[in-house]
Structure formats: structure tokens, C-alpha cells
């Protein structure tokens, strides 16, 4: 398709730097919402930043190079691709900026683009007629809403749970929930592989409550746990006291507690129950909580399948 | 995909922004697996915008609507290049008659009539169906 509308090729060095401009400002305004964000909330505990919404502040992104490329009367063909080229400015922003890890903008990436598309649509047309006065003087008013909605949230605590049957008595299993040693097979989840932090191994300080518990991630990421319930052969709970500051970790969300439940099944094998308690601090919740269960299904999964394989030995 | 959102999650376009946000994911699909129905579309807009006194909106459900004084809304396009055009009732019953437009995806009762874009070659007759809801006022 082409890309440039006017058939006159001394435009092209005119029409260039309009695009750049366009979604170097969007990018600006995105990036400065974020960083006032983070800026006026560092004083509190910088594992809880209530992000600004990845759906409506890309969006304003794209509104606002739309103002700049305006002049321009784009195609939507064309804004689609040029809101392609500012998000990957937009994400090597991000991990220049504030030190975001590379599944974090993977993760993001695709609402990221579809929302600079939408706002950039949007702008598409509005800025024909509308005039650009008007926009000028709500911009104010949106950058502030942009910025109070996160205080408007209420944090939910969410729960994963997956299961898996072992072909072994609970007491058995039992043995090898409460710490486990290095686990030998490789990352099988696409993830991992690229570099998220995968669970290596557990330690514990006893089978008792109140014992320190680690988890051990790879990367040097470790989480310190506290055990608040212990049932025999039958349940173990433990609090997250402390998350490991992995970039790929920090601040967007907060594990507060993991379970295992042991159920004796009728035929001689055990059904490990295992669930995670968390809350996310990123929105929309719809989409990033899809990849939080993605990830958290696949952090069990290592875990309980390793459980699985050295109780069935 | 777009049928299956209509039919069984309407209710989600009274979320503000979301069918912004379901157009312009139609759009970016029809951009990247049928390019030549984007080029389509494209030229529709130039068309449409070379009848007298017509020019675009962002339409409330999603994509570009057509605007006339006095008429008002002539019709809009989806992001997968579904026109619905607002004809009058003798005119869209004869249209549908012909078999060449289809009800409309939410109100098959209505005035409104739908037609899909595929290509170049259905711009003369999309650019005809709004020069029809121009001549309904």
C-alpha cells in the first residue's frame, strides 16, 4: 500500500518529520503521565504504584499525535503503521526510562498499540473539523483525569488455583511440598525461556508456623515467605513478605500469600491443590490479569509437576 | 468475530471507549490480512467526501460515520469495511429484494441496510447507496 498520499515527491521531506513530531509528542505525553505518576507516588512504598490505565492514556497518546499529523489528512491505513512506529519508540522509552524489563513490554505491547491506534482513529477525525482550540483547552482536564483515576481504584485481591493428581499417598506428597530441592528440568514455558524469573527451588526453617520459608527464583530473585497455617499431609499456607526487585517483577503487582492442599483421593492418589493470592496494580485488569493467570498457571505448574515427579519416584 | 460481539456482548458497547477500542482492532486485522479491502475503504472515505456537503465523524458504536446536513447520519463504515447505509423503507426493501445488500447486523427490521466492502470494485456502488440516503430527506 502507499503509504504517502501526495503523489509529489518534494512533500516527502515535509511530510516526514510531521509523522516524527506526531508520535514523539504522543510518546512525550504518555511518558511524562507515567513518570509524574510514579514521581508523586515514590513516597510511599514503591512496590504498590498505582499505574496509570494502559487503556486510556496510550489512547491520549494517539489523540495527540493525531492533533500533530492533522495537516496531513492521514488515511487510517497510514495511522496504522504509524502507531506501530511509536510504540516501539514508546517501548525503548520505557525501558530506557524506567527500567522496564523485556516480558513487561511484551506483555504491554499489545494493548499499548491497539490503544495508540484507537486514540490515533479517533484523532483522525476529529481533528478535521474540530478545532484544534478545543482540544488545547480540555488536554488540561484529561491529563488530570488521567492521573486521579488510579486513586479512584479499589484494589481486588485475586486467586489462582491450579491442581494435579500424583499417583502417591498424600503423606508421601507432603514430604516434598514443604521444600523441595533445585528443580532439574529446563523451563518448558515460552516466558521463562525469554527470561522471566521461573521458580528454582524452596527452603524452609521447619514444618512449623511462623518458619521462614525462600523461594528461589533464577536470577538471584528470591521471595521470603513466613508460614501462617500448617496441617499435616493435609494443608500448608504462607504469607509473601517480600517480592525480589526483578524489573520483570517489581510494582505491578503484589503476591500476598500461596496454598497447597493436599486431598487423599479414594483410589490411592493425592490431588495437590496449589493457589497464589494477588493483586494486580496495573489496569485495564481485564487483559493484564489474562497474562497474571498465564504466568502464575505456568509458576505452579513447574512447581507441581516437579512435586509430582519425586513423589511418584 | 464482529457478528459473534454484536449478537451475544452488545452490552459492551455502552462501555465508553471499548467499541472505539473493538473498531480499531477490526481495522488493524482488515489492514494486516486484507489489505486491498483497506485501499477500498480509503478511497470510499475520498469519495464520499466529494458528495456535496458531506464529511466524517467517528461514529458512537465505532468507525467512520458519513455526515450531511440535514439528513444527518447517512451511514457509517465498520473497521472490516461494513458499510450501513440509512435509506428509506421503499429503498432498502428493493435493495434487499436485489440481494446485492443485507439487513443490517442489529436491526434487520430497520431502514438501515448493510453492505460489505471487499474491494475497489464495490466503491461505485457503495458511493451509490449514499448518494440514496442524500436523496432520503
Known amino acids: ?313 | 468475530m464482529f457478528y459473534f460481539v454484536v449478537r451475544y456482548a452488545r452490552w459492551l458497547a455502552r462501555v465508553p471507549g471499548l467499541p472505539q477500542f473493538f473498531d480499531a482492532l477490526l481495522f488493524l486485522s482488515t489492514w494486516i490480512f486484507k489489505r486491498s479491502r483497506v485501499e477500498a475503504m480509503e478511497a470510499l472515505e475520498n469519495e464520499a467526501l466529494r458528495l456535496p456537503n458531506v464529511r466524517l465523524k467517528n461514529h458512537r458504536f465505532g468507525g467512520t460515520e458519513f455526515v450531511r446536513e440535514p439528513q444527518g447520519e447517512l451511514g457509517h463504515i465498520h473497521g472490516q469495511g461494513l458499510l450501513d447505509v440509512l435509506l428509506t423503507r421503499e429503498a432498502s426493501q428493493k435493495l434487499l429484494a436485489t440481494g446485492r445488500v443485507r439487513p443490517h447486523h442489529v436491526f434487520p427490521d430497520s431502514r438501515w441496510i448493510s453492505f460489505q466492502i471487499k474491494s475497489m470494485d464495490d466503491i461505485p456502488f457503495a458511493i451509490e447507496l449514499l448518494q440514496m440516503a442524500i436523496a432520503r430527506a
Open chain 1, 1 to 313: 500500500m502507499n503509504t504517502e498520499s501526495s503523489p509529489l515527491p518534494d512533500n516527502l521531506p515535509k511530510r516526514w518529520p510531521t509523522w516524527l513530531i506526531g508520535m514523539l509528542m504522543g510518546d512525550l505525553v504518555i511518558g511524562l503521565l507515567f513518570g509524574l505518576s510514579v514521581f508523586l507516588q515514590t513516597a510511599g512504598s514503591y512496590q504498590a504504584i498505582l499505574f496509570p490505565s494502559f487503556f486510556l492514556v496510550p489512547a491520549l497518546g494517539g489523540i495527540i499525535a493525531s492533533y500533530f499529523w492533522r495537516k496531513l489528512e492521514p488515511h487510517a491505513g497510514q495511522v496504522v503503521l504509524n502507531a506501530f512506529w511509536m510504540t516501539l519508540i514508546a517501548l525503548a522509552g520505557a525501558t530506557i526510562g524506567f527500567h522496564e524489563g523485556i516480558i513487561c513490554l511484551i506483555i504491554v505491547a499489545p494493548i499499548f498499540y491497539v490503544m495508540v491506534l484507537t486514540g490515533a482513529l479517533l484523532g483522525r477525525i476529529w481533528f478535521r473539523k474540530s478545532p484544534p482550540r478545543l482540544f488545547i483547552n480540555i488536554l488540561p482536564w484529561m491529563v488530570l483525569v488521567l492521573l486521579a483515576e488510579p486513586m479512584t481504584r479499589s484494589d481486588s485481591e485475586s486467586v489462582i488455583t491450579d491442581e494435579i493428581i500424583i499417583r502417591a499417598p498424600p503423606a508421601k506428597v507432603w514430604r516434598e511440598v514443604t521444600s523441595f530441592p533445585e528443580i532439574p528440568t529446563a523451563p518448558r514455558f515460552w516466558l521463562f525461556s525469554i527470561g522471566l524469573p521461573y521458580p528454582m527451588a524452596t527452603t524452609t526453617a521447619g514444618d512449623f508456623v511462623n518458619a521462614d520459608r525462600k523461594c528461589i527464583f533464577n536470577h538471584d530473585a528470591i521471595f521470603k515467605e513466613k508460614v501462617v497455617e500448617l496441617i499435616s499431609n493435609e494443608k500448608l499456607t504462607f504469607e509473601i513478605l517480600e517480592s525480589p526487585r526483578d524489573p520483570e517483577l517489581v510494582g505491578h503487582l503484589t503476591p500476598h500469600r500461596g496454598q497447597f492442599v493436599l486431598r487423599r483421593n479414594a483410589n490411592g492418589t493425592t490431588t495437590l491443590v496449589g493457589s497464589t493470592w494477588y493483586t494486580l496494580h496495573v489496569r485495564p485488569l481485564w487483559y493484564f490479569d489474562l497474562w497474571t493467570q498465564h504466568i502464575f498457571r505456568a509458576v505452579h505448574m513447574r512447581v507441581m509437576q516437579d512435586v509430582k515427579r519425586r513423589a511418584e519416584l
